[in-house]
């Protein structure tokens, strides 16, 4: 079944602290990878994606995610977290056909001073 | 990438009523999709939208209770029918179709709550 799994319901990391959310997917297509981002009573706003290429990608806001083929991961990263980071965070999945995205769970992040 | 406006961008609602949610594309797209993100949940697929055709289901989501339109390649709308507390979500529209490097776009999501 396809299917993305985001491990952590919730994490907490402390303002300036490195931060690294968890993103495992199980597809049958070659996968196209995205990383939203959804502040409380907004929208989805998209941090970065990953069709092909270079298995880095940099995104918006200081965000960057690796594609890990051999893990089925696609974990997204910042050096240092701002108070403005918190929010909610979801790993989905797509493909060249354009079908529909899967969601992981997603992942809330606050941040601490 | 496409630009999707979607309209209402919130309402209250009273219950037994139905709400009919647009989005529209700033440039043809062969697919659209529609979400529901019930509070503090992730995103559920309600369905998909091709033009010129009926809208395909996910489980659990009928077109008697989300019927949906898709009268050309760049609008789409989404009604949700006899509505009960229960429906109070964030409902989103996305973009897809062939080459999706350029869709998945979304409409900045309506706000709905059934009283």
């Known amino acids: 079944a396809q299917s993305v799994t985001q491990p952590d319901i919730h994490i907490t990391v402390s303002e300036g602290a490195s931060l690294e959310l968890r993103c495992n997917y199980s597809?049958?297509?070659?996968?196209?990878l995205f990383w939203y981002v959804q502040s409380p009573g907004q929208g989805l706003q998209l941090l970065l994606k990953y069709f092909s290429g270079d298995t880095l990608v940099q995104g918006i806001k200081g965000f960057e995610a690796e594609f890990k083929r051999s893990q089925s991961s696609f974990n997204l990263r910042k050096p240092s977290v701002h108070w403005s980071d918190a929010a909610e965070y979801f790993c989905?999945?797509?493909?060249?056909?354009?079908?529909?995205?899967?969601f992981g769970k997603g992942t809330t992040l606050s941040v601490s001073s | 990438s496409a630009v999707i406006s979607q309209k209402p961008s919130r309402d209250i609602c009273q219950r037994g009523t139905s709400l009919t949610i647009q989005c529209q594309v700033d440039s043809q797209v062969t697919m659209m999709f529609w979400y529901r993100q019930q509070p503090g949940q992730s995103l559920t697929l309600i369905a998909t939208?091709?033009?010129?055709?009926?809208?395909?289901?996910e489980s659990g989501f009928v077109i008697d209770k989300f019927p949906i339109s898709r009268p050309n390649l760049t609008f789409s709308t989404l009604t949700v029918s006899n509505m009960s507390p229960e429906d109070s979500s964030i409902y989103l529209c996305?973009?897809?179709?062939?080459?999706?490097?350029?869709?998945?776009?979304f409409g900045s999501g309506t706000r709905l709550t059934v009283v």
């Open positions: 597809y049958g297509a070659t996968p196209y």
């Open positions: 989905a999945v797509g493909n060249q056909a354009g079908t529909a995205l899967i």
């Open positions: 939208a091709n033009q010129g055709s009926e809208a395909t289901y």
């Open positions: 996305s973009s897809g179709g062939a080459g999706g490097s350029y869709g998945y776009t």
